[in-house]
């Protein structure tokens, strides 16, 4: 299995820090040129989740401490150490210009690949649509 890369993340984060301390900071997504027709109206929406590969981790452990020193499976941690190395975060998107969106509440570092994008849908994502 293989995924390709549709753009890259801008950060001031160079290495992976706190990531509520990174989601309190705007970064930047950019889209490569030959996707950009996909970006069609996507300012139409406030939110979004963006897939993206963890390129920095190259381990993982199934069961181990996690954020707050509780031990946890990897499954039921956010733990960007992962057998598959993609992460998932909800951001504000703040601004679109051209292929590039300036969005706040990401997680991720400088450089990091981006998978893909969808836009948040309550309909969808919230677990208490009832």
């Known amino acids: 299995m293989s995924f390709e890369s549709i753009g890259i993340i801008e950060s001031k984060f160079d290495e992976p820090v706190d990531p509520e301390e990174m989601r309190k900071e705007e970064s930047t997504i950019v889209i490569d040129s030959e996707y950009r027709e996909g970006l069609y109206r996507i300012e139409d929406n406030d939110y979004l989740q963006v897939l993206f590969q963890f390129h920095l981790s190259d381990s993982y452990k199934?069961?181990?401490?996690?954020?707050?020193?509780?031990?946890?499976?990897?499954?039921?941690?956010?733990?960007?150490?992962?057998?598959?190395?993609?992460?998932?975060?909800?951001?504000?998107?703040?601004?679109?210009?051209?292929?590039?969106?300036?969005?706040?509440?990401?997680d991720a570092v400088d450089g990091t690949p981006v998978l893909d994008l969808k836009p948040y849908a309550a309909s969808m994502d919230n677990p208490d649509k009832d």
């Open 62 to 106: 199934l069961k181990a401490p996690r954020h707050h020193g509780k031990i946890r499976g990897v499954f039921a941690s956010r733990s960007p150490n992962r057998p598959s190395s993609i992460g998932v975060t909800c951001v504000e998107l703040l601004e679109r210009n051209g292929r590039r969106l300036r969005v706040k509440g990401l």
